[in-house]
């Protein structure tokens, strides 16, 4: 069998050697239904009544400002069908493809933006990984139907072709991985939410505000008040051209990453093509503050 027909990943955990199955979503799935397309009244107290919106980044966000319904047209919606731990949630209306799993089902309930889907063939975080991978999200771009809003039909999702693994263990041991470095991006983003709160907050306390004189917290020692004057007062422009050379390498100025070498962006030739050898450049030094006002 060449390399193009083999039904397997290049990259696998120890052990494992057979092709993988495929098939179409819907043949590996118990349940696939959306969530209730009634008309509910909103109440103080009772269970949640959830959208699409609340799946952001494979958390389910549920806060007191979203919407309730009373616990009788909660069990009226489930009468016939309930939410298990396990269940996989998916956007299907407006924002289409976020993903999560269901931890816990206890009172909350989706409008039909949401679809549910359960399987007892395919490990559950084996299959939230291959929904929010690149090819099952191209597949549901494709085939979305676009009217006031976007959206997509159950009939369509089950129609998916998917690759899986025939045996569970290989399964499972693919959707722990991935749980595993989903949980360690989650717990970096945390901290990387803190450090950006922590950091502005930094700078409103440790920068005067307006019509201040001097900040609200400072530094131990430091207490005169601080000048204010006109930017250009304090800066001086150096302009100090030169040709490239070893010495004095081409750099550019980007918003993402600031000073990066010129060639990791562009290709050298195009960039320099009908340009002259002797072309000047500004010259850089360490500890410089490169400003490009077109950026």
Same mark, same amino acid.
């Given at each position: 069998?060449? !390399? $193009? $027909?083999?039904? =397997?990943? $290049?990259?696998? /955990?120890?052990?494992?050697?057979?092709?993988?199955?495929?098939?179409?979503?819907?043949?590996? #799935?118990?349940?696939?239904?959306?969530?209730?397309?009634?008309?509910?009244?909103?109440?103080?107290? @009772?269970?949640? *009544?959830?959208?699409?919106?609340?799946?952001?980044?494979?958390?389910?966000?549920?806060? $007191?400002?979203?919407?309730? +319904?009373?616990?009788?047209?909660?069990?009226?919606?489930? !009468?016939?069908?309930?939410?298990?731990?396990?269940?996989? *949630?998916?956007? +299907?209306?407006?924002?289409?493809?976020?993903? =999560?799993? #269901?931890?816990?089902?206890?009172?909350?309930?989706?409008?039909?933006?949401?679809?549910? #889907?359960?399987?007892?063939?395919?490990?559950?975080?084996?299959?939230?990984?291959? /929904?929010?991978?690149?090819? /099952?999200?191209?597949? *549901?771009?494709?085939?979305?139907?676009?009217?006031?809003?976007?959206?997509?039909?159950?009939?369509?999702?089950?129609?998916?072709?998917? !690759?899986?693994?025939?045996?569970?263990?290989?399964?499972?041991?693919? @959707?722990?991985?991935?749980?595993?470095?989903?949980?360690? +991006?989650?717990?970096?983003?945390?901290?990387?939410?803190?450090?950006?709160?922590?950091?502005?907050?930094?700078?409103?306390?440790?920068?005067?505000?307006?019509?201040?004189?001097?900040?609200?917290?400072?530094?131990?020692?430091?207490?005169?008040?601080?000048?204010?004057?006109?930017?250009?007062?304090? *800066?001086?422009? &150096?302009?100090?051209?030169?040709?490239?050379?070893?010495?004095?390498?081409?750099?550019?100025?980007?918003?993402?990453?600031?000073?990066?070498?010129?060639?990791?962006?562009?290709? &050298?030739?195009?960039?320099? &093509? @009908?340009?002259?050898?002797?072309?000047?450049?500004?010259?850089?030094?360490?500890?410089?503050?490169?400003?490009?006002?077109?950026?």
């Amino acid at each position: 069998m060449s !390399k $193009e $027909e083999k039904r =397997a990943p $290049e990259v696998r /955990f120890e052990g494992f050697h057979d092709d993988w199955k495929q098939r179409k979503l819907g043949e590996s #799935l118990s349940i696939l239904k959306d969530g209730t397309h009634g008309t509910h009244k909103n109440v103080e107290n @009772g269970p949640h *009544l959830l959208s699409a919106k609340n799946i952001k980044n494979g958390k389910i966000k549920v806060t $007191e400002d979203d919407r309730k +319904i009373s616990q009788k047209e909660y069990e009226q919606i489930h !009468k016939n069908f309930q939410l298990k731990s396990g269940d996989i *949630l998916l956007t +299907i209306v407006g924002s289409i493809g976020e993903a =999560a799993v #269901l931890q816990d089902p206890t009172g909350i309930t989706f409008q039909r933006s949401v679809a549910y #889907l359960r399987s007892s063939e395919i490990d559950t975080y084996f299959l939230y990984t291959l /929904f929010i991978g690149p090819d /099952f999200q191209k597949e *549901l771009k494709n085939r979305q139907v676009v009217s006031a809003q976007p959206g997509i039909y159950l009939g369509d999702i089950s129609k998916i072709i998917v !690759k899986i693994p025939k045996g569970m263990k290989e399964q499972k041991q693919i @959707g722990k991985f991935f749980k595993q470095l989903n949980n360690a +991006i989650a717990l970096h983003q945390e901290k990387l939410s803190k450090l950006q709160s922590l950091k502005k907050a930094a700078l409103q306390s440790l920068f005067p505000q307006k019509d201040e004189t001097e900040p609200k917290v400072r530094f131990a020692n430091f207490k005169s008040k601080w000048s204010q004057r006109q930017l250009g007062e304090t *800066l001086i422009e &150096r302009n100090i051209q030169q040709t490239q050379s070893i010495e004095y390498p081409l750099v550019s100025f980007t918003v993402q990453d600031g000073v990066t070498p010129k060639t990791e962006r562009y290709n &050298r030739q195009q960039l320099v &093509r @009908g340009s002259k050898k002797d072309k000047k450049y500004k010259v850089t030094e360490f500890n410089d503050i490169v400003y490009n006002p077109a950026n």
